[in-house]
T-cell receptor, first 111, second 112 residues
Framework: GENVEQHPSTLSVQEGDSAVIKCTYS??????FPWYKQELGKRPQLIID?????GEKKDQRIAVTLNKTAKHFSLHITETQPEDSAVYFC??????????FGTGTRLTVIP | KAGVTQTPRYLIKTRGQQVTLSCSPI?????VSWYQQTPGQGLQFLFE???????NKGNFPGRFSGRQFSNSRSEMNVSTLELGDSALYLC???????????FGPGTRLTVL
């Protein structure tokens, strides 16, 4: 199976600052790299994903970068807002439709 | 479209009992995956069903089993419950393939 490590486990930033979360994985055959956001008491929801044929993808204040050679991908959130406070999970693919979730990063945005 | 639903939402059992959880996927979705979520452990993959066949399985003991029906609804069964089985059990559906997983609200299982 896929070995997934996510860093940092907790992150506090001031509102308006940027946040970066890194995810490393072990399976060099992985081709799909999503990030999920889980707000307190709610279900995880996909916020952005990237496939192995591109190195970066942006969606407004959120971006994901992929380094397949080094086997890591990162979530970048710019101009953070209090509603960005949540737990973020990376979930690289480890087989047919099989996602391996990291242990999560708790992001707190301080107003 | 209606979202993924799970029943029951909360469940309290005692050690040694067994439990069955149910998941109804989004209409048209043929893949259903199950995850166990505990504090500090993230989401751990249990198994995935596609068109009534178990396609993938995580590293959980045989006490954890599942099945999928012809209408894509899925059930998960845990036999001989242990205290450590207390967790939030989430199911997720998608049409199939490497795409967004749509999660249900989860079933919170407490084993006493």
């Amino acid at each position: 199976g896929e070995n997934v490590e996510q860093h940092p486990s907790t992150l506090s930033v001031q509102e308006g600052d940027s946040a970066v979360i890194k995810c490393t994985y072990s399976d060099s055959a992985s081709n799909y790299f999503p990030w999920y956001k889980q707000e307190l008491g709610k279900r995880p929801q996909l916020i952005i994903d990237i496939r192995s044929n591109v190195g970066e993808k942006k969606d407004q204040r959120i971006a994901v970068t992929l380094n397949k050679t080094a086997k890591h991908f990162s979530l970048h959130i710019t101009e953070t807002q209090p509603e960005d406070s949540a737990v973020y999970f990376c979930a690289p693919e480890g087989g047919a439709n099989n996602l391996f979730f990291g242990t999560g990063t708790r992001l707190t945005v301080i107003p | 479209k209606a979202g993924v639903t799970q029943t029951p939402r909360y469940l309290i059992k005692t050690r040694g009992q067994q439990v069955t959880l149910s998941c109804s996927p989004i209409s048209g979705h043929r893949s259903v995956s199950w995850y166990q979520q505990t504090p500090g452990q993230g989401l751990q993959f249990l198994f995935e069903y596609f068109s009534e066949t178990q396609r993938n399985k995580g590293n959980f003991p045989g006490r954890f089993s599942g099945r999928q029906f012809s209408n894509s609804r899925s059930e998960m069964n845990v036999s001989t419950l242990e205290l450590g089985d207390s967790a939030l059990y989430l199911c997720a559906s998608n049409p199939g393939g490497l795409n967004e997983q749509f999660f249900g609200p989860g079933t919170r299982l407490t084993v006493l």
